[in-house]
C-alpha cells in the first residue's frame, strides 16, 4: 500500500475511499479497500491504497487518539508512504478535540510539521478561504452544522477552531498563495499545522502537487484528489479497480442523520415507500427494539422499506435534555446495529445507511456478522458516496449525513442491484 488513510467515521472513510479509487483523468485512481476499524492481519495482496474507519470523531479523545495511532502503526507496516488523517468536510469537532489532539499526536509519531489542513470538498458546496469554512454561500457557523446532534459547529473560522483544539501552532495558507502554485505553497507551510484555501477542484489538485512526499496530510476527501497522480506518474501506481458485481435480494434503508439533507430524502422517500418514524421514548422504554424495525423491513421487503430516527433540531434538543446526549445516541447506534446483525442473519443483500455515527454502528456488525473487514469500492451513487461490495454478495452505501441528491435512497438501491 501507497497511501494508507485513518478516517474519523465511516462514511468519511467511504467518502475518501471513493475519492482514492476514482483519481482524476487521465491517471485514474489506486487499488482502494475500506477497512472497519485496524485489521488484525495483514491486508489483501495488489492494494495500493487502504482506509481505516474509526469510529474517533465524537468518542473520548485519548480512545481517538489511541485508536489513530493504532490504526497508524497498521498502515506503516502495509507499507504506507503517506498517511492521510479524514476528518469530516464541516470540520466535525469540538474544543476538546477529537481533530487536533489526533492530528498533533499522528504528526508527533510522524515527526512532520507544516501538516496540511484542508476540509474542502468544493463537489458538496464545502470551501476554504482566508481560513474561513463555507458550506455553499453560508459560512460554516450558519449552514445549519450549528445544530449537529453531536459536534455543533458555531465558528467559521478554522485557524481559531484548530487553535482550541492543539497547542501546536496554526497558520493558514491563503488562497493568493494556493493561486502561485506548488512551490509557493511548500513555501509558506511554515506553521505546525498549515489551513489551506481552496475553492475549486483545481485549487485541490495544485495542493495534492504541493503535499507529494509528505508523510502526513489531513482533511476532507477532497485533500486526497491529486495525492494519487503522485505515485502513478512516479510508477509506483498503476491503478484500476476490481469490477463491481451487481446484487440482487432483500433490502433496507436505516437513517441515523438528523441533518437536513437526511430529513429531506427521508421525506421524499417516504412518498412513494414504506417507511417507519422511530419512537424515540420508546426506544429509551425499551418498548421499541430492533425486532420492531426488523419486522417492519422483513414485512416490506422488495419495496424499499426505510426505517429513521432523523429528527428536527428541536425535536433533537428536547429528547437530549431528557435523556441526556450521549445516551440517546448510544441506544440509537445500538438499535441500528442489532437491526443490522439482525438482517444479515435473515440474509439482506442491499444495506443503505445515513449517519457517520449510524453508519459506523452498522457497518461494524454487519461486517462482523460476515466476518469481513475489507470493503471494495464500486460504483459512485453521489458525490462522496460510493456503493461497497463485502464478502458474501452483500452491499453496502454509507451515506455521510449532508451528502446526497433527494431521491439517495431509491438511487442507491438501483444501483447495488444494477438498474440504475
Ligand atoms: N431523534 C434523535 N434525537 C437525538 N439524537 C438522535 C436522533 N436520531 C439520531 N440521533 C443521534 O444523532 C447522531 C447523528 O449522527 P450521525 O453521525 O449518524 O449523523 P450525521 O452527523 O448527520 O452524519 P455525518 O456524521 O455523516 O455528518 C447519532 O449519534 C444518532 O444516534
Ligand atoms: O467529509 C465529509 O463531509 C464526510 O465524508 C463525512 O465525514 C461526514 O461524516
Known sequence: ???????????????????????????????????????DSPAPDGLEAGVVSLKSRSCPVDEAVADSLKALDWLLAQGCEQIVFKY??????????????????????????????????????????????????????????????????????????????????????????????????????????????????????TLGAA??????????SGIALGLPRNFIRAGQASGGQVPFTPVQGFEAILAGSCSGATRGQVEHHARNHPTLAIDVPAVMAGSVTA??????????????????????????????????????AAKLDGLFADTARQLVAQGVKRLVVAGGE???????????????DAMQIGPEIDPGVPVLSLKGGVTLALKSGNFGSTDFFAKALALMEGTA
Do not use: W
Not at 468536510?89 to 499526536?105: L, M, Q, R
Not at 489551513?195 to 475549486?200: P, T, W
Not at 426505517?307 to 445516551?327: H, I, N, W
Not at 449510524?358 to 469481513?372: I, M, N, R, W
Open 291 to 328: 425486532q420492531t424495525l426488523v419486522d417492519f423491513i422483513t414485512n416490506h421487503a422488495g419495496h424499499a422499506p426505510l426505517a429513521y430516527s432523523s429528527g428536527s433540531p428541536d425535536e433533537v434538543a428536547a429528547l437530549q435534555t431528557r435523556y441526556g446526549r450521549a445516551a440517546v
Open 211 to 220: 503535499l507529494e512526499g509528505r508523510a502526513l496530510v489531513t482533511g476532507g
Open 358 to 372: 449510524t453508519s459506523g454502528a452498522v457497518a461494524q456488525a454487519v461486517s462482523a456478522a460476515l466476518g469481513v
Open 88 to 205: 469530516c468536510s464541516t470540520f466535525d469537532s469540538t474544543d476538546a478535540g477529537n481533530i487536533g489532539p489526533v492530528a498533533e499526536a499522528l504528526a508527533t509519531a510522524l515527526d512532520q510539521r507544516g501538516v496540511a489542513v484542508c476540509p474542502a470538498f468544493p463537489a458538496t458546496g464545502r470551501t476554504v478561504y482566508q481560513g474561513h469554512l463555507f458550506v455553499f454561500d453560508r459560512l460554516l457557523s450558519e449552514s445549519g452544522m450549528q445544530n449537529h446532534p453531536l459536534t455543533p459547529m458555531t465558528d467559521p473560522d478554522l485557524r481559531r477552531v484548530l487553535s482550541r483544539q492543539t497547542r501546536a501552532s496554526v497558520g493558514v495558507v491563503p488562497f493568493s498563495t494556493v493561486a502561485q502554485g506548488a512551490q509557493a505553497i511548500r513555501a509558506a507551510m511554515v506553521d505546525d499545522f498549515c489551513i489551506l484555501d481552496a475553492v475549486s477542484d483545481a485549487d485541490l489538485l
Open 1 to 39: 500500500m501507497l497511501i494508507g488513510v485513518i478516517a474519523d467515521d465511516f462514511t468519511g472513510g467511504s467518502d475518501i475511499a471513493n475519492t482514492l479509487a476514482k483519481g482524476v483523468a487521465p491517471e485514474g485512481g489506486l487499488r482502494t479497500a475500506q477497512f472497519c476499524g485496524v485489521p
